[in-house]
Nanobody, 117 residues
Framework: QVQLVESGGGLVQPGGSLRLSCAASGDSFSMYNLGWYRQAPGKEREMVAVVTYGGPKLYEKTVEGRFTVNRDKAENTVSLQMNSLKPEDTAVYYC???????????WGQGTQVTVSS
């Protein structure tokens, strides 16, 4: 059973930084894309940043240059370093794992990020 456990998040002032971490268990994850999505109130869930199983990284255009996603294959973890945070980054952030072989995907429980003065 794949499980994704997130940590980090919280309240930060505009311009501040936060780091999210996600620990994956229950599979080898060598053929998974791992990354982060977010959902703001009243909006659809959107991709934030993903590390593909082959290594290339994908970023949503509004976070490129501010957020950095990293993956530790040995530890099966994925992190999201968020800098220069803006109020519009406020959302629940979800860790995501998607198998490129089966196309199944799994979600973490979500962690709240609030950017406010």
């Amino acid at each position: 059973q794949v499980q994704l456990v997130e940590s980090g998040g919280g309240l930060v002032q505009p311009g501040g930084s936060l780091r999210l971490s996600c620990a994956a268990s229950g599979d080898s994850f060598s053929m998974y894309n791992l990354g982060w999505y977010r959902q703001a109130p009243g909006k659809e869930r959107e991709m934030v940043a993903v590390v593909t199983y082959g290594g290339p990284k994908l970023y949503e255009k509004t976070v490129e240059g501010r957020f950095t996603v990293n993956r530790d294959k040995a530890e099966n973890t994925v992190s999201l370093q968020m800098n220069s945070l803006k109020p519009e980054d406020t959302a629940v952030y979800y860790c995501n794992a998607r198998s490129v072989k089966t196309l199944r995907e799994f979600w973490g429980q979500g962690t709240q990020v609030t950017v406010s003065s």
